[in-house]
């Protein structure tokens, strides 16, 4: 259990946790229409800072990205006595698309792009925290998984603080690839309504300080949580909402889910999103609590919302209230779920935050005021099962090198086409895509019989991850006389997807998290499988590093590992 | 007729990398999702790219697209009424 020793949101409606809990009660939306926004052709409904401020809030020598979620872990941190150069210390950052806007050669553009990794270790170093910063990239639930990795290092003793902060920015890049996806509302979002007709993307730096916790102190609590994969599509959540029924109910025990308030709800007012949230929700058994949701005050600002959205519910439960969903009017989902459409009293101080994302990822985040049990984390121990190695020269499996001829990218295609040829998505991914698909694949195949699927757990770190993808997304709209952003590249620039066209292919229903560094670091890589497997006790885990920077230039090293425990 | 349907086909197979598929290897009337070419959602989304891109038809959604995306005839015969380029 981890103790939230501060926050801080940075978003349209204010500078601070009390500014945006303030606007969120009095019912104001950050949302707002705007022509043609950051050169985007079109009418969007966008949570975005207007150009002055955001010309205001930038700071020198940094990009907008980093300018936000510097403002915002600052803030945070000067709330608490926390040192950020205790080797003691982490900063975990939670972001689905991170300093993307740089790659384009924008008039905005400042300096070098940086990768994901590499923007997090500046924002750190700005900070003064000395150690190497983590950056969760699983899509919308980025800063949920950034949370649980925190408890983690911290339940597991390897930290006593962690730093997670969840940030994303507006961009042309995620407003052309959400708008060939059919997925933008043209008018604010409407929650779980009748008339919902999809999400708005909004912008925010939302942080938690989370420390070891003191049964003396007061205040909230990360308590648990669960993370997992639906493995039923990687743009279309499982419309059952099993996913999300699943990671519910092992996030809560029994007497925790008495004592819940209410659920605060991913909520993105998309068709399927809603429609199957709400019946994971009431399949979990917690269809009679209030659900609220807060995208039609934020948008859906993805990495930061899972940690935004947390926040506001703990203010709104200080004061003994749960907030109604802005542009709710009349259900629009056929899971029994009571959503909030008026303020509502509670006694209670706890609850559940889902989250789900593209790649199939879920996830479901307990909070409470209050001190509970500590989990135990036992140690776990591994025996190696399979292991691979591929380069643009070789391909070795279990040691032994197999007889391929061909090299760089079409290694990767012989090795598909010789050894798995499943009838998967694979030649529509990226390379980077290609070949974390294949090197698992060649793990997997034959090799989790017996095993329960979500019993298996995936791991991938990378540094550039969808770098290649990226680059290509940005092609299809830079000219804006041939604006004509690809869905099926844009999925690609989610680093995370491919572990999500593993999960379906190989059933895999355990926890799947995208880890970015800075640069590879296999210790820092195994303590955190380590920690993760000790906190969530998978019976297999896959697990390695996956990296491509250009067609014919990538490493993948993956394990398959069983777990006794 | 004959013309634009195997250009959509090659379109088709380049926008959704039909990796070693040819033209005469897509029936005409076959379904494109499902049990035929096997499409599925994303490439639905991306077949709106294609109508959009290179005939100047704009669909507001994969549902508006379900009748003209059943088979390559389909597709022609839609294009072919209301192509704006």
Not at chain 1, 8 to 28: D, F, H, Q
Not at chain 1, 90 to 110: M, Y
Not at chain 1, 308 to 337: H, K, N, Q
Not at chain 1, 490 to 512: D, R, S
Request: proline share 4%; hydrophobic share 40%.
């Amino acid at each position: 259990m981890t103790r939230i020793a501060a926050t801080n949101i940075t978003s349209p409606l204010g500078l601070t946790t009390a500014e945006n809990y303030a606007a969120v009660k009095r019912n104001e939306t950050g949302l707002k229409t705007v022509d043609g926004p950051l050169g985007v052709p079109g009418r969007f409904c966008v949570g975005m800072f207007s150009e002055e401020r955001r010309k205001d809030l930038r700071l020198e020598g940094f990009s907008w990205f980093e300018s936000l979620a510097i403002r915002s872990i600052r803030d945070a941190l000067r709330q608490t006595a926390v040192n950020p150069a205790s080797d003691r210390t982490i900063l975990i950052l939670g972001t689905s698309t991170a300093d993307i806007e740089e790659l384009a050669d924008t008039p905005e553009k400042d300096g070098a792009f940086l990768s994901p990794g590499e923007a997090a270790r500046k924002i750190a170093r700005s900070l003064g925290f000395v150690t190497e910063p983590l950056v969760a990239s699983n899509a919308c639930i980025s800063g949920g998984t950034a949370q649980m990795l925190a408890q983690r290092l911290i339940g597991s003793g390897v930290c006593d603080t962690a730093v997670v902060c969840g940030v994303d920015v507006v961009s042309a890049f995620v407003l052309a690839g959400f708008d060939a996806f059919k997925a933008l509302s043209p008018m604010e979002c409407r929650p779980f309504d009748i008339e919902r007709l999809g999400l708005n993307i909004g912008e925010c730096a939302a942080t938690l300080v989370l420390t070891k916790d003191s049964p003396e102190e007061e205040g909230w609590r990360l308590v648990d949580g669960c993370l997992n994969n639906d493995a039923y599509h990687v743009s279309a959540p499982i419309p059952s909402g099993d996913g999300i029924r699943r990671t519910v109910v092992k996030a809560l025990t029994p007497e925790m889910k008495d004592k819940l308030a209410c659920v605060t709800a991913h909520g993105t007012a998309t068709m399927f999103n809603d429609q199957m949230e709400s019946k994971g929700i009431a399949d979990a058994g917690l269809g009679t609590l209030p659900t609220t949701a807060y995208k039609a005050h934020f948008g859906h600002t993805f990495g930061a919302s899972g940690v935004v959205e947390a926040i506001i519910t703990m203010c709104s439960l200080d004061e003994g209230l749960v907030l109604p969903v802005r542009g709710f009017e009349e259900p629009g989902v056929s899971g029994r779920i009571r959503v909030c459409d008026a303020l509502e009293t509670t006694q209670k101080r706890a609850f559940v935050k889902t989250q789900s994302g593209f790649g199939g990822c879920n996830g479901a985040l307990v909070y409470a005021k209050e001190a509970v049990p500590e989990k135990p984390m036992e140690k776990v121990s591994y025996e190696t099962l399979r292991s691979v190695r591929i380069t643009p020269t070789e391909c070795v499996l279990d040691g032994k090198a197999q007889p391929f001829a061909s090299t760089g990218a079409a290694l990767i295609s012989d090795i598909y086409k010789t050894l798995l040829a499943d009838g998967s998505r694979f030649f529509k991914m990226d390379m980077y895509s290609r070949l974390a698909y294949v090197a698992t694949g060649l793990l997997v195949k034959d090799s989790l019989q017996g095993i329960e699927p979500e019993e298996v757990a995936l791991f991938v770190f990378t540094r550039n991850g969808s770098l290649l993808a990226d680059r290509k997304h940005l092609s299809t709209f830079s000219n804006p006389e041939e604006f004509y952003p690809s869905p099926a590249v844009f999925i690609n620039t989610l680093p995370n997807v491919v572990l999500g066209e593993i999960a379906v292919k190989n059933n895999i229903q355990g926890e799947t998290t995208l880890v970015m560094l800075g640069e590879r670091n296999d210790t820092l890589m195994e303590q955190i499988v380590n920690v993760s497997a000790r906190a969530t006790r998978p019976s297999a885990v896959i697990y390695g590093w996956v990296d491509c920077d250009a067609e014919d230039s990538f490493t993948a090293e993956l394990k398959l590992m069983k777990i006794t425990k | 007729m004959e013309e634009l349907i195997n250009k959509l086909k090659l379109q088709i197979i380049d926008a959704l990398n039909l990796e070693g598929m040819t033209p005469e290897e897509i029936d005409n009337d076959a379904p494109l999702f499902g049990d035929g070419l096997g499409l599925d959602s994303i490439d639905a989304l991306e077949l709106i790219v294609i109508l959009d891109k290179f005939y100047g038809i704009k669909l507001k959604s994969p549902a508006e697209g379900k009748a003209v995306f059943k088979s390559i005839n389909s597709i022609a015969d839609y294009v072919q009424k209301n192509r704006t380029k």
